[in-house]
């Protein structure tokens, strides 16, 4: 690992993405923005005539679908522009141009929902049999009427959404915060070289086999982290109590609910993966038992909880490398699906390095009429291999949503977003458990699998019931302080990690850098999508692609049907336990496994 990241203009131009696919230049950019609020000002000019007549509301949705797309070019480029090097004033000013730009359109157009719901049933009907075209926003109009009752007054809704650039403004501080301003030490390894900390660099850090070197960084980055804890504490706070204001606004009995309903999910679904887990938290603590043994320590600590329990045998992947093994994993699923995986990989879709400002972590980002994006900060491990074909299979649940449905029935809720990127996963490392040469490298691979259950099972649903905790805590009147939010990670780090590991001091400060606290509840949707893609992955292995054709039915379906109907195109029932109930029971499986290989 080099001492300093690169700068942006130092990253190889093959390993960046390639924005000129969505704007050639800022001045193509700021062109189609000054396009958005005259479109607005024309939809505005129908206040109070939309349900006039058939023609008109097709009218005023084909003006609304227009912006929406003039909407995802210019955010998507922006919030890309700027993710790849986040102290860069330019990709700032674009990010905060663009965010103002929506704020002024969405208020001008607020009043639109409203009197779409106004619309007589019959009168509906009778619209949709006059004019054909409507056909085309059927779905759109069922979503905007089956939030009915929580949608406000037109004044009321101007007014939330004159204030949805303020609401933003705590994740928007958070991410400046913590990507571009927010430095670290440095620390020196086994041989004395000086290494960098970078949010990037942390887990790749705490996967090294020097366990002093793991409790030096492990204990400077969250020191560094609570430095701040103040800092974070109120923008949380202040992005729970913007939660709060519009559920409250809108009639919902917490935001919790608020949250799940906009997704069109039910808050039992969440309920059944808390039952789940917790009914099954011994697992858990069979899980850390382990480690503990095969790591041959006398104290588990929480900076030992991401390096192998393998020692001798480690696997470094380039990209090169990286790029040729998921090819292959991903050949249950039909040589079309390849074919756009290759165009990803041969036509720049993937910005790969880390370099100085850029956003941490990876993800997936669609825009409709170009084609997704990816970003990564590849480190050559293989938890990078498996970074990628996660966000690849999102970029693939992009690609074909985009291409069977309309853009507003593209738009999947996040609920199923996760199981796209899951199901790659676990093609993986069914695909390298086959080719598995030795009992080390056998076990390094349950090991990882053993990780992912940890990681996305286990550990996002203790991060779901942080968020609802202390959502809850501010509903009812808790001040949110850096210590009070410290106290209930603590505590639920050591239920989740159980009496074998030590919950070191430290790790209550972890939730400082957790991101999507800022994301409005979506953690427990990895937990629950995870479960769904181990039943899809096995599925596809078993059946081939007969029922790989099936499962990317899924994938073209957009968010035609509300998601737990959308996943039972795929054979999985999320309404029930029972995926999850098995995905725990195929936890328990893997670690029996992992047991006898050492015993």
């Known amino acids: ?113 409203p009197e779409i719901l106004e619309i007589p049933e019959d009168t509906l009907k009778e619209f949709f049999a006059k004019e054909p075209g409507l056909e085309h926003f059927a779905c759109h109009i069922r979503e905007i009427r089956r939030l009915r009752e929580h949608t406000l007054s037109k004044e009321t809704e101007a007014l939330i959404a004159s204030a949805r650039e303020l609401m933003g403004s705590p994740q928007g501080t958070y991410g400046m915060l913590s990507n571009a301003d927010l430095k670290f030490p440095t620390v020196k390894d086994r041989d004395g070289n000086e290494i960098q900390i970078t949010n990037g660099r942390f887990v790749p850090l705490q996967m090294s086999p020097d366990r002093s070197l793991r409790k030096a960084v492990f204990e400077q980055y969250y020191a560094r982290w609570k430095e701040f804890s103040n800092t974070w504490a109120s923008l949380y706070d202040g992005e729970v109590k913007a939660r709060i204001f519009e559920s409250r606004a809108r009639k919902y009995g917490s935001c919790f609910e608020a949250a799940v309903d906009g997704n069109n999910v039910s808050p039992a679904v969440c309920d059944n993966l808390f039952d789940s887990v917790h009914r099954n938290i011994g697992q858990m603590h069979r899980y850390v038992r382990l480690r503990k043994k095969l790591l041959g320590v006398e104290e588990l600590h929480m900076y030992d909880i ?88 999102h970029s693939m649940h992009t690609w074909y949503s985009t291409h069977a449905q309309s853009l507003l029935d593209s738009e999947y809720k996040i609920f199923v977003a996760e199981v796209a990127s899951t199901t790659n996963e676990i093609l993986l490392l069914e695909y390298l458990l086959g080719k598995a040469e030795s009992k080390q490298e056998k076990a390094y691979l349950i090991n990882h699998l053993l990780e992912s259950f940890k990681g996305t099972l286990f550990r996002q649903t203790m991060f779901e019931e942080f968020e609802r905790k202390t959502c809850a805590m501010a509903e009812e009147g808790t001040p949110l302080t850096a210590e009070t939010l410290a106290d209930v990670y603590l505590n639920l780090n050591r239920e989740y990690f159980g009496e074998d590991m030590v919950s070191d001091p430290e790790i209550a400060w972890e939730w400082c850098r957790i991101p999507h606290f800022y994301y409005n509840f979506y953690v427990y949707q990895y937990a629950t999508s995870f479960s769904a893609a181990v039943a899809i992955a096995r599925r596809i292995l078993k059946e081939g692609e007969s029922y790989a054709k099936q499962y990317i039915e899924f994938l073209k379906s957009g968010c035609t049907q509300d998601p737990v109907s959308l996943l039972k195109i795929a054979g999985i029932d999320l309404s029930t336990a029972q995926p999850i109930d098995s995905a725990l029971e195929e936890f328990a499986r893997a670690i029996t496994e992992m047991e006898e290989l050492y015993a």
């Open 306 to 393: 991401y390096a192998s329990m393998v020692s001798d045998f480690e696997m470094k992947v380039s990209y090169e490398e990286a790029k040729a093994m998921t090819l292959e994993a991903l050949k249950p699923m039909g040589e079309e699906y390849l074919s756009v995986v290759r165009r990803a990989y041969e036509e720049r879709w993937i910005d790969v390095m880390e370099n100085e400002g850029k956003r941490s972590g990876a993800y997936s980002s669609g825009v409709y009429d170009v084609h997704p994006y990816m970003l990564l900060n590849y480190n050559n491990t293989l938890d990078d291999v498996f970074t990628l074909i996660h966000e690849m299979g």
């Open 1 to 113: 690992m080099e001492k300093n990241l690169p700068k942006r203009n130092e990253v190889p131009q093959e390993m960046t993405w390639r924005l000129g696919d969505i704007y050639e230049s800022e001045e193509a950019w700021e062109a189609e923005r000054a396009q958005i609020l005259p479109l607005a000002e024309e939809i505005a000019g129908y206040d109070g005539k939309v349900a006039g007549s058939a023609d008109i509301l097709l009218k005023v949705l084909q003006l609304f679908e227009k912006g929406v797309l003039l909407i995802d070019r210019v955010m998507g480029y922006a919030h890309m522009y700027q993710d790849q090097d986040t102290s860069d004033t330019t990709g700032q000013s674009l990010e905060m141009k663009g965010m103002n730009t929506i704020a002024q359109a969405m208020e001008k157009i607020s009043f639109l929902d």
